[in-house]
């Protein structure tokens, strides 16, 4: 399996522009999480889906923040208008319901700069 | 407070040394912890796993648990340049639970 696959790898964008982030899980895995990390507040939970479905959204720090998954295979997070503090790096992970939702496989992750 | 504390750093040993990297917590619900390894541009990965106290041995790396003092180790011995890292300690109520995270502890290990 290729792992969890993120686009795109790094993202520069002027503030105020739409800024979608992509996530391909692996195949047969049933949570898909979306994080942000920064140095000052490190890994952030911001939403994970059970079998396509959001659980919880509650770390999604805004409205301008929105994160789908139309399918088992595809997620992803949206930032409308961006601002430069989006500026961090996201992750994408996902887990197979057999080991619970502890066991994470991460993407490379996507270095979003807003300027 | 933070559910989960972790010094981030960052730790510079030599090649060779035993480093223990540590996280306390205040959950005492807690259950399921895990270590996390994060290299520079990539996303972290599963490195330990362990439920409830004790310890476990995989290969030069040793996790342990102490529930009665909230308080989780990781011993790497016999560091390694390659070891040179960012480690995340992570830990859940139940297994399907979904994990907090610390900050992560920078640690560099020089030849």
């Known amino acids: 399996d290729a792992g969890v696959i993120q686009s795109p790898r790094h993202e520069v964008t002027e503030m105020g522009q739409e800024v979608t982030l992509r996530c391909k899980p692996i195949s047969g895995h049933d949570y898909l999480f979306w994080y942000r990390q920064t140095m000052m507040r490190g890994l952030e939970l911001l939403i994970y889906?059970?079998?396509?479905?959001?659980?919880?959204d509650s770390g999604m720090p805004e409205d301008r923040f929105s994160a789908k998954m139309p399918n088992a295979s595809f997620s992803t997070l949206k930032i409308q208008p961006s601002e430069p503090r989006d500026s961090a790096v996201y992750f994408c992970?996902?887990?197979?319901?057999?080991?619970?939702?502890?066991?994470?496989?991460f993407g490379a992750g996507s270095r979003l700069t807003v300027l | 407070q933070k559910e989960v504390e972790q010094d981030p750093g960052p730790l510079s040993v030599p090649e060779g040394a035993i480093v223990s990297l540590n996280c306390t917590y205040s959950n005492s619900a807690f259950q399921y912890f895990m270590w996390y390894r994060q290299y520079s541009r990539k996303g972290p990965e599963l490195l330990m796993y362990?439920?409830?106290?004790g310890n476990k041995e995989d290969g030069r790396f040793t996790a342990q648990v102490d529930k009665s003092s909230k308080y989780i180790s990781l011993f790497i011995r016999d560091s390694q340049p390659s070891d040179s890292a960012t480690y995340l300690c992570a830990m859940a109520i139940g297994g399907s639970y979904i994990p907090t995270f610390g900050r992560g502890t920078s640690l560099i290990v020089h030849p």
């Open positions: 362990t439920y409830s106290s």
């Open positions: 992970a996902s887990s197979p319901s057999s080991s619970g939702a502890n066991v994470l496989t």
């Open positions: 889906f059970n079998n396509n479905v959001p659980i919880d």
